[in-house]
């Protein structure tokens, strides 16, 4: 995605990680900008192959950054609720965890 300031490639396994042969998906976040009219700010954020761009839109360049970093957080989550492990290497050594952010 063009305009990122954030990016991560994630390993996505079926049961527990290093069980399988993973597949890899890239988390992408933008850089937040300023509609034309000024009056709102938007982000973009993907997950690779699995969802396309969205744009998430808030008050000012945080809003919106936080919104979208809250969407892929749901996205991880959903792959987490679907049973699937995810992890920043592709033997799965390394448990990928957002847990940390707002």
């Given at each position: ?78 792959l987490e609720a679907g049973g699937f492990a995810l992890a920043r290497d592709r033997a799965g050594l390394e448990p990928l965890a957002m847990r940390f952010l707002p």
């Amino acid at each position: 995605m063009k305009g990122a300031i954030a990016s991560v490639e994630i390993f996505v396994f079926e049961g527990a990680a290093g069980g399988s042969s993973p597949r890899r998906l890239s988390l992408v976040i933008g850089t937040p900008e300023r509609s034309p009219a000024g009056d709102v700010w938007s982000c973009r954020v993907a997950l690779a192959d699995l969802h396309r761009p969205q744009t998430c839109e808030g008050r000012d360049s945080v809003e919106s950054l936080l919104h979208a970093v809250e969407r892929a957080k749901g996205w991880l989550a959903e792959l987490e609720a679907g049973g699937f492990a995810l992890a920043r290497d592709r033997a799965g050594l390394e448990p990928l965890a957002m847990r940390f952010l707002p």
